[in-house]
Structures are given as structure tokens and as C-alpha cells.
């Protein structure tokens, strides 16, 4: 009786075995070990009723059946980095490594994403400014989902509204939640005060307190509506800093902002948008704690927040319409943010004005694309503003295509956005940026011409213009303005083995008190050796003029690129970068690295 109630325990949980045995069969690692336990015990139980044994086989073709109709499904990818220098003149670290990892598991409905990043840090060595040494990063996070349920755990991001939080990085755990047209999202923990250490924003203002935060945004949203409330908080942890000399230097703040968000479509072809948001920053949590003269609740921000004499109450009103059609697109736009509007959930800098503008896009004679934004807009509109000036705003965006040889682009915007910089540095294709500003006109005007009918060889114009100002401690520097040039030329030639890319700038950059020069040759060349080995070379020389000095650079890079499968490869690289910053020309650095990925 005994053995036989075992086999009855043994017979209700087969599922389960049956399921784990494939599972793990499907790595050849456990295969030997496990058949030969599944066949144990069934040896083991090989005496039992006939009745028994037809219940097995039919448990194992269910389990076969429950498992082979590809409800589980693994994807992702791998990435592996190491480089170490052989020599180097900065006495630099000699080792470096980063790992990125993307893991998606799916089952039965049950979506898991997993992402993991980490390294020992890096160097960059810019051909302009001091070097940058970026810190260490170890960054783990992954969001299930099932369903209309989505977890958030570790290090995630989010989004609520420009002006409010808006996809900054915080470590901590968070929520989106969609049944039927109801949505919630939360997020509770650590929002990254975007640090050279975190490699996704990457930018020039740190603070040395641990900002706790918080955010909610709960409504109901459809295919042609949503309606929402939002609500953020964020305060940096005055205890969390050991140095208290730093207090004098980098004061604690805290934010509170709450939203408002209302979006419709009308017969497919109207679409109404309205956003309206408060937000209250205390920029010193050591100032005195004054009354608020006001009966109205939302200046006390329901209840979160407590003004202090460095605190300041600011708004943010959009509205948009559009129409849209076969054709294009047109619309109206106004915009009004007040004086000293910021949130510590967003890259929001520029307040004080509002604007009022027309879009449309068209396409005219099946070759001239355009897309456009036009208006007025009216700075210093706050009644203790001592300067007031209207100014026209535009964001005109056009493509001409002449003939299958020839065409044009075109783009011209005066509006302000923040924009991150990404410096060009002798060891980074401008992967790190390490900086941000606030952009106030951009034009970029290129043209690519065909040599041949098959365009195999191809020659490209370029000309930038760009003028920001420097953000520099969580704050706009307005006396300081970047005027960006940069004039290039490039001649390329594709065959079916041998690419060959060489290219020609002059770059201008003028600010404040530091006026630089530089004209930059590059040239670049990619061999196919075989199917799965190819060679790269690259080769670029700087000679630079600065205020101060003539600098000039040149940096050689040879790859070589095996594939070892569809979804593996490995890359080898060697870097030489020499200079004369320092005192004549001479060799930096040598750096060989090592670079493998997989994908599965």
C-alpha cells in the first residue's frame, strides 16, 4: 500500500518532471544526466499496474505536446568587451571590460525582459578639453510582463510627460498596469541624477546625494483617447552625504510636480492634446520653512510638499490640434511655461516664454518632402520679467530628390531643446556622451551624389551650424554660447569585397573664451577575406589650433571581424594613438581589445 500511494504521489506530479526533463533537455550539458534519472525511475516503478503504465505514456505525449508548441521562447543577446593597454603615456588604467547582457523569456503569455550591464570604467581621451575618465557601472534590471501587468525591478526607466518625469533612470521597482482602459503606472527609488557613470544619459551635472523619488500617473486611455493625472516627488537625502562641507557647495533639493493629461481623436482625422502641470522645487531643504498665503490646495501640491524661502511655484500649459490627410498633415500648437518651471524628472531648462505655431507636412510633386513648424514666440512674458522680446521660431525639415542620382536635405529649427554632446574622442565612436546643453539654432544642409548607375560610388556634402549654451550643475549657463561649425566632405566606393570611405572636415567651434580649428582627414577601408573574416582599417589625423596651442593627433585602428556563426562573432582590435598635447608628437597609447557577441 505503501509503494503504492508513492506511485499515486509520483503519478500526480509528472506533469512537472516531464516538463523539467525538457527543459533541460535542451541543453546538451544536462542530456546524459538526465535521461538516465528519468530512466531510473522508471525501472523503479516499471512493476506497477498496466493502468499505470498507460497513464505515464499518456502523461509524457501530453508533456511532449505541452512543451513542442513553442510557448517558451528565449532570446537575447551578449556582449563582451576587454581591452588592455600595452603602453600608455596617461597612466590610464591597463585593463578595461564591460558586459551588456538582453535576456527575453516568454511562456504562456508571461513575458520577462532582463538587461545587466556592467564595468570596471573607462577612459577618453578627447582631441579638445581634459580627459574624461568615466567611473565604473554595475546596472541590473529586468520587467516581466503578463499580460496587462508589466514589474519593473532594478535599474528601469519610465516615461510620464515632458514636464513632469520623463524617462530618467531610477534604481528601484515600478509598475504598469493596463486592464482593459484603465492604466496606473509607479515607480518608487533612486533616480539617477545622470552622472558620467550612467552611460545612457551621460551628462555634465552630478549631485553627491542619493535622490529619492517617486512617481504616479493613473487614468484611461483607448486607441483614440487618454486621460490621465500625474504625480512626482523627489528628494535628495541629506544624510546620505558624509562630507557636510559639501553642503555649502551643492545645496539638497526636492521637487514636487503633478499633471494633467487629455488627449482625443475625432473621426480618425482630429486629434485635440492638452497638458497642463504645477511643479515646485525647493532648492535649498536647509532654508526656513515660511506659510503658504494661499487657501488653494494645489500650491501646498496636495499635501507633499512644503515651501521653504528658496522654493519656487512654476507652470507648464501645451495645447495642440491637428488634421490629418492623404497628403499630410497640419496643425496648431501653444505652449506657455513660466518663469523658473523645472522638474527633477526631466531635462527641462528653457521657461519663461510661450509660442504659439502652426505644422504641416506635404509632399509636393511625388519629390519634395516637407515638413515644417512656424510661429511666434514671446520671452521674459512674466510680469517681473525685466526684458520682454517676440521672435519668429521655425523647425522646417525638407527633402528634394533630383533625379536617381542626386538629392537634397535640409533642416533649419531655432527652437530650444536639450541636446547631449557627444565629443569626439580617440578611443569612443561616440558612444559616450558626456554632456549636455541647451540647443538654440541648428542647420544642417547635405547632398548625396551617384558617380554610377549602381551607386557604387558615392560622394556626400555636409555643413552644420549649431549655437547652445552650456548646463552645468543642474543649471542653464546663460553667458555661456557654443558656436558650433563643422564643414565635411566624403567619397565612398562599394564592391563586392573591398569598401573604401574617405572623408575630409573642417571644424570651427567658437565660445566664450576658447576659440578652436581643426581640420580632420579620415580614411577608411574594409576587406572580405572570406565569408566569415573580414579586415578594417581606419586611420584618422587631427591638426588642431586652439586659443592656446597647436595640437595635432592621429589615431589607427585595425579590426579583425571573424564569424563564427549567424549569431555569434569576435572582434579583434588594435588601437595606436599618438600626439603632440603634450610635448612633441609622439605615441600615447597602444591598446589591443577584444570584442565577442552572440545572439540567440
Sequence with gaps: MEYFNT?????KNFDIFILIFFILSKKLLFRPIIITFVLLIMCNYSYSQKEYKKVINEKISNAKKKFNDDSLKINGALKIYTGYRIFSQNNSKPFEYRINANLNVSYRGITIPLSYNFSNGRSLYRLS???????????LGFSPTYKWAKLHIGTRNMSFSKYTYDNLRFVGGGTELTPGKFQLK???????????????????????????????????????????????????????????????????????????????????KFDIQFERSVSAVTYDLFSKAISIPTHMTVYNMLGLYEKTESSKYAYATRFSFSYSTEQGSYGLNYEHITKDYRSLGSLIFDNNYQSYTLTGSHTFFEKLNVNSEIGIREDGVDKESPLTSNRFVGNISAGYTLNDRVSFNANYSNFRNV?????????????????????N?????????????????????????QISNRIQSDSLITNSTLNNNIYTINYSYNKEKINISSAISYMQNNAEAFKTKAIIPNFALTYKI???????????????QTSFSDIQTLSLVQDLNYQITKKQQLIFTNRLNFSSAQTKFKMLENMVEMDYSLKF
Excluded at 129 to 139: L, Y
Excluded at 450 to 463: G, N, P, Q, R, V
Excluded at 530 to 544: A, E, P, Q, W
Design 530 to 544: 572570406s565569408d566569415k573574416l573580414n579586415f578594417k582599417s581606419n586611420t584618422t589625423y587631427s591638426l588642431m
Design 129 to 139: 578639453g581634459p580627459n574624461v575618465n568615466i567611473p565604473k557601472f554595475n546596472n
Design 419 to 439: 541636446e547631449r554632446n557627444y565629443f569626439q574622442t580617440l578611443n569612443s565612436l561616440a558612444f559616450d556622451s558626456v554632456s549636455i546643453s541647451l540647443l
Design 441 to 465: 539654432q541648428n542647420f544642417n544642409i547635405s547632398s548625396n551624389i551617384a558617380l554610377d548607375k549602381d551607386k557604387k560610388s558615392l560622394i556626400t556634402l555636409m555643413y552644420s551650424n
Design 186 to 268: 509607479f515607480f518608487s527609488g533612486k533616480i539617477f541624477q545622470s552622472s558620467l557613470s550612467d552611460i545612457q544619459l551621460a551628462n555634465n551635472f552630478t549631485s553627491p546625494y542619493k535622490r529619492k523619488s517617486w512617481g504616479l500617473m493613473t487614468g484611461y486611455k483607448s486607441e483614440t483617447a487618454e486621460y490621465a493625472i500625474i504625480v512626482f516627488r523627489a528628494k535628495d537625502d541629506i544624510l546620505s552625504v558624509s562630507d557636510t562641507t559639501l553642503y555649502t557647495k551643492i545645496k539638497p533639493r526636492a521637487n514636487t510636480a503633478v499633471g494633467l493629461k487629455l488627449q482625443q481623436t475625432i473621426l480618425e
Design 7 to 11: 506511485y499515486k504521489h509520483f503519478e
